[in-house]
C-alpha cells in the first residue's frame, strides 16, 4: 500500500490556475474511478471536494475540477483566492480492497 | 446537521491500548460506511480502517492498513451511534491526530464526505 505520488508543493498567484497531480498505479487510480480530491486547512477537519475523479459535491465550488489519465489524476484549481491556500490529498480505492492517500500537496497563493 | 465527535484519545506508553470513539449524528448511521484517517505530526492523510454499514443479515466487513492489521479493531455500535477503534501494542508511529470520517456513497469505496475534528493519541514514555 505505497502512498500516491503527488508534487510537495505548488504556487500560483490569485485568478491564476493551478494543477496538481497524484500517481499511482493499474491497481489502483488506474484500475478504479474512485479517485477523490481533499483540501485541508491545518486545524480543520478536511473538506472533499472531488469524487469518483470528476464529481463535485454539493456545495463546492465549481473552480475545483478532476481528471484522469491512466495512472495518474489531477485537480485543477481555476481562479486561485487566497484561501484556496491548504494542504491537498488525492486518495483512490485499490485492488486490496482498501484506500489509500497521497502524500499531499501544500498549495501556497503567492 | 451532521456531526462527527471522536473522543478517547490521550498519551498512552509503548505497548499500552487506546479505544478511540466516534459519535455520529444528523444522519442514519446504521447505513453509512465509517472509518478512521490519521495524521501523524508533520505528516500527510493516512487510511486507518472502515467498516461497511449495515445491510441485509446486519453483518458488517471490516477493512485495515496493512500498517495497522493485527493491531488495531474497527467495530460499531449501531444502537449508540458510535464507532469504535481498539488500538493495542501501541507504538511511538502510531502518534497521530485520528479523524472519524463517514463514507459518502458505495460503501468502503466511497469518499469521506463528513469529518470529525479528530482525536489525539500520543505514545510516549
Known amino acids: 500500500q505505497s502512498a500516491l505520488t503527488q508534487p510537495a508543493s505548488v504556487s500560483g498567484s490569485p485568478g491564476q490556475s493551478i494543477t496538481i497531480s497524484c500517481t499511482g498505479t493499474s491497481s489502483d487510480i488506474g484500475g478504479y474511478n474512485y479517485v477523490s480530491w481533499y483540501q485541508h486547512h491545518p486545524g480543520s477537519a478536511p473538506k472533499l471536494l472531488i469524487y469518483?475523479?470528476?464529481s463535485p459535491p454539493s456545495g463546492v465550488s465549481n473552480r475545483f475540477s478532476g481528471s484522469k489519465s491512466g495512472n495518474t489524476a489531477s485537480l485543477t484549481i481555476s481562479g486561485l483566492q487566497p484561501e484556496d491556500e491548504a494542504n491537498y490529498y488525492c486518495?483512490?480505492?485499490?485492488?486490496?480492497?482498501?484506500?489509500?492517500f497521497g502524500g499531499g500537496t501544500r498549495l501556497t497563493v503567492l | 446537521e451532521v456531526q462527527l465527535v471522536e473522543s478517547g484519545g490521550g498519551l498512552v506508553q509503548p505497548g499500552g491500548s487506546l479505544r478511540l470513539s466516534c459519535t455520529a449524528s444528523?444522519?442514519?448511521?446504521?447505513?453509512?460506511?465509517m472509518g478512521w484517517v490519521r495524521q501523524a505530526p508533520g505528516k500527510g492523510l493516512e487510511w486507518v480502517s472502515s467498516?461497511?454499514?449495515?445491510?441485509?443479515?446486519?453483518?458488517?466487513?471490516?477493512y485495515y492498513a496493512d500498517s495497522v492489521k493485527g493491531r488495531f479493531t474497527i467495530s460499531r455500535d449501531n444502537s449508540k451511534n458510535t464507532l469504535y477503534l481498539q488500538i493495542i501494542s501501541l507504538r511511538a508511529e502510531d502518534t497521530a491526530l485520528y479523524y472519524c470520517?463517514?463514507?459518502?456513497?458505495?460503501?468502503?469505496?466511497?469518499?469521506?464526505?463528513?469529518w470529525g475534528q479528530g482525536t489525539l493519541v500520543t505514545v510516549s514514555s
Open positions: 486518495s483512490s480505492y485499490t485492488s486490496s480492497n482498501t484506500l489509500v
Open positions: 470520517a463517514r463514507h459518502k456513497i458505495r460503501g468502503v469505496k466511497g469518499p469521506f464526505d463528513y
Open positions: 467498516v461497511s454499514g449495515s445491510g441485509v443479515g446486519s453483518n458488517v466487513n471490516t
Open positions: 469518483d475523479v470528476s
Open positions: 444528523g444522519f442514519t448511521f446504521s447505513t453509512y460506511a
